[in-house]
């Protein structure tokens, strides 16, 4: 496990200061929501912004979680660095296996993406086949009710404790 010292030594997490943590807690207060909203609007129409949006809901709480209750802001590989946090604050290991499976799809569709642009004439787009259209739609209903939204409630939790 990596100790927090040791991320703030190697200035990938921060302190707050006392005149920013309002302006940082409102920021990831919305910032959640709206990624919450997008991810449920785009759902049938553009599943894998959905899954994305649905990941940074996720991303965005956990940082919300982490500026609220120990005034930390990740400063630097904020995805990997949110997580390492969150494993040596939080010991509910539910709420660690969300995150870690939200950001296991947020890095497979980020492969997807790199993937692609390598080698743009034999990649086919989910949009090219019916069947990959309605797998990526059920992948990401899937993705919302059983990881997002599980996810949200249990960091809401710890938020109002």
Not at 12 to 29: A, P, Q
Not at 85 to 94: A, F, G, H, S
Request: charge should be positive.
């Amino acid at each position: 496990m990596v100790k927090i010292e040791t991320l703030l030594k190697e200035r990938k997490v921060s302190r707050i200061s006392e005149l920013e943590l309002e302006r940082y807690i409102n920021f990831f207060t919305n910032s959640y929501k709206n990624n919450l909203e997008h991810s449920k609007f785009v759902l049938e129409k553009f599943p894998r912004w959905s899954i994305i949006s649905g990941y940074y809901t996720m991303h965005d709480i956990a940082k919300l979680f982490l500026a609220k209750e120990f005034r930390l802001k990740i400063d630097y590989e904020v995805h990997a660095t949110t997580i390492k946090v969150l494993r040596e604050l939080i010991k509910n290991k539910e709420i660690l296996k969300l995150i870690e499976k939200g950001y296991e799809e947020f890095i497979t569709l980020a492969n997807d993406l790199a993937e692609a642009k390598k080698d743009r004439v034999k990649v086919q787009y989910y949009t090219g086949t019916d069947y990959m259209e309605q797998e990526y739609k059920k992948r990401a209903k899937e993705f919302l009710i059983k990881i997002v939204e599980p996810f949200l409630l249990k960091m809401k939790e710890l938020i109002e404790k």
